[in-house]
């Protein structure tokens, strides 16, 4: 009675797992999936949103704050004129010359979705859309900037890697400001400022860059993947705070000279870089209505009369690939490619997503290459394992051995100690030999799962017939016979045929490991695997494509390694048996 209960207990709370995991899930990220966060940006023809206004505050030293902005629709805000154009190969868009703002940027080699009809991924929009996210440059004069308001002369209309595009202005006084914009064929942008004083009086001078966005549709900060501010100061990385944390903090003034700073999701990043010059202030802040800004603000600087002054800033503004992270490195940018959530493992992790990117390269599919590298990565591992294997089949011959003194010396605990040392010295078996591969095999397996949750290689690649982006859950559900019946299935309920399998999988795993004598543990590992598959149905179809590829592999090499050691199987075996009577005799 008492195995039957702790059954329908151990039962009920996994029944109640499943469906407090997608509940809580729900609660806690409900414009988000458990994998990668599907990134919304905004199209051409948003909706006009609300008339509420948003204020910001500025920075403590001088005031860069950009004043009140109306809600308007993305449409008119890029319509307005004079805007210059920017094309490269792989960015598209244009800078306001009000406020001189980089507010158009979308991303032409990442599509929003993987519908044909779907424009690029939309990273930066004007002040006041719904999906607002813009950089600005300018000057702080005498302790005040610039109007926000103020309207900028460019001398070209396109901004290419070939022709860089100059704005001016110059004030009543004389001094006229000019920031040059040149981009490179990737996703930085480099602002050139120059300050000429034409003035009869010396001038005090302060750059400043910001980027201001909205966390309405950030995606998700998760444990093993930040969203939110982050940068690098004093040489190391910085990503204590999300947005929820600094909401609530108000600001955030790291320690330490910038590197760079910057706000971002999964796949996509906003930074700045600063240019050489002492920085007054470097940090993050909220603005309120789930707006926040990171400011960058240089140290004021005395330009005579007749005298001229100037100062560089970059603008990262892409997808966070790594290559072209670590290229940016290169250039001196220090810790860039840490955007990525690497993580303690990063030394594993990124060979391991240069093997991947290899194999897609050579297989023309990114599901193949998964598998491709979990073969390789577990034949690499393969005398790990069978080095494990070897230590428990040395445990298992002396298991008569052991269970002798343990009945003789039950009464003598310390005797038993050193009749057991002794007995493993004679034998010369090591009993942590066997735990020992299981600790160096765990990073390994932990980075493999993290380089595909982080490759942005893997978002909208497709697999086979219905798996289309394996950054997305297996769209295919049983309970809807794969969409052919017209209702949705609940989270908890979507299963599709990669989580049965994986389920599937699992199970034979278990059931080809040697059976727990207590009949309650043997009941538990029977419906675990089908409790994971529930569990790992809303992860990345990528993600399942690996675990089943795992178990697949381990299922042979479990084979294989019991066929060379047969005294594995034959304890096994008895084992089973055994507990086959115990449960009949309670039975």
């Not at 966005?213 to 998760?222: F, G, K």
């Not at 992270?325 to 240069?354: H, N, R």
């Not at 038993?416 to 591969?437: S, T």
């Amino acid at each position: 009675m008492d195995n039957q209960r702790n059954l329908l207990l151990a039962v009920v709370l996994s029944g109640l797992l499943i469906l407090g995991w997608d509940i809580g899930m729900r609660f806690f990220y409900p414009e988000a999936s458990l994998t990668a966060a599907v990134d919304k940006p905004a199209a051409a023809t948003s909706a006009t949103a609300s008339a509420d206004t948003v204020a910001a505050t500025g920075v403590a030293g001088a005031d860069i704050g950009e004043g009140v902005a109306t809600r308007r629709d993305l449409a008119s805000a890029l319509a307005s004129p004079g805007r210059v154009v920017i094309d490269t190969p792989r960015l598209a868009g244009s800078i306001n010359p009000v406020g001189l703002r980089v507010d158009d940027i979308v991303l032409k080699d990442h599509r929003e979705s993987v519908a044909k009809n779907s424009g690029p991924v939309r990273l930066f929009a004007p002040e006041g859309t719904p999906y607002q996210y813009f950089a600005e440059f300018g000057f702080v004069t005498g302790g005040q900037r610039l109007p926000s308001a103020l309207v900028w002369q460019a001398d070209g209309t396109r901004l290419t890697p070939e022709t860089p595009v100059t704005f001016t202005h110059t004030d009543p006084n004389g001094i006229t400001y000019r920031v040059r914009f040149a981009i490179d064929a990737d996703y930085m942008i480099t602002a050139s400022r120059t300050v000429t004083n034409g003035s009869a009086a010396a001038a005090i001078i302060q750059p400043f860059a910001l980027i201001n966005r909205t966390s309405a549709h950030a995606t998700v900060d998760e444990f093993l993947v930040h969203s939110g501010p982050l940068g690098v100061f004093g040489g190391t990385l910085w990503d204590e705070n999300n947005y929820e944390d600094l909401a609530e903090a108000g600001r955030d003034m790291p320690a330490g000279a910038a590197s760079w700073l910057g706000f971002t999701d999964r796949y996509w990043l906003s930074a700045l870089v600063p240019g050489e010059g002492k920085i007054a202030e470097a940090g993050f802040r909220s603005l309120g209505s789930k707006l926040f800004r990171t400011d960058l603000l240089y140290a004021p600087q005395t330009v005579a009369a007749g005298a001229s002054m100037t100062q560089d800033t970059r603008l990262f503004a892409g997808a966070k690939e790594s290559e072209i992270l670590e290229k940016y490195e290169g250039q001196g940018i220090t810790e860039f490619d840490k955007a990525i959530s690497w993580g303690w493992f990063w030394l594993i992790e990124k060979p391991l997503l240069w093997l991947l990117l290899q194999l897609n390269q050579l297989a023309g599919n990114f599901g193949v290459a998964i598998i491709l590298m979990t073969v390789i990565v577990r034949g690499v591992m393969f005398p790990v394992a069978q080095k494990q294997f070897a230590s428990m089949a040395a445990m298992k011959a002396v298991q008569p051995k052991m269970k002798a003194l343990q009945e003789r010396y039950k009464d003598d605990k310390q005797r038993l100690q050193q009749e057991m040392m002794k007995l493993y010295k004679d034998e010369k078996v090591n009993p942590l030999a066997g735990c020992l591969p299981l600790l160096i095999q765990i990073p390994i397996f932990f980075a493999l799962y993290k380089v595909l949750i982080l490759s942005i290689e893997m978002r909208h690649e497709p697999f086979i017939a219905w798996i289309r982006d394996l950054s997305a859950p297996d769209p295919a559900h049983i309970l809807n016979l794969f969409g052919m019946l017209p209702f949705d299935v609940p989270g908890f309920l979507a299963i599709g045929p990669l989580a049965i399998l994986l389920g599937v999988t699992m199970w034979l795993t278990f059931k080809l490991n040697p059976a727990a004598m207590d009949p309650v543990q043997q009941q538990i590992f029977a419906f675990m695997p089908w409790i994971l598959m529930f569990v790992m149905a809303p992860f990345a179809a990528g993600l399942l494509l690996y675990w089943v590829t795992s178990n697949i592999l381990t299922l042979a090499q479990q084979s294989y390694l019991y066929s060379k050691h047969p005294q594995l199987k034959a304890a096994a075996a008895q084992e089973k048996a055994e507990a086959e009577r115990k449960k009949a005799a309670q039975g």
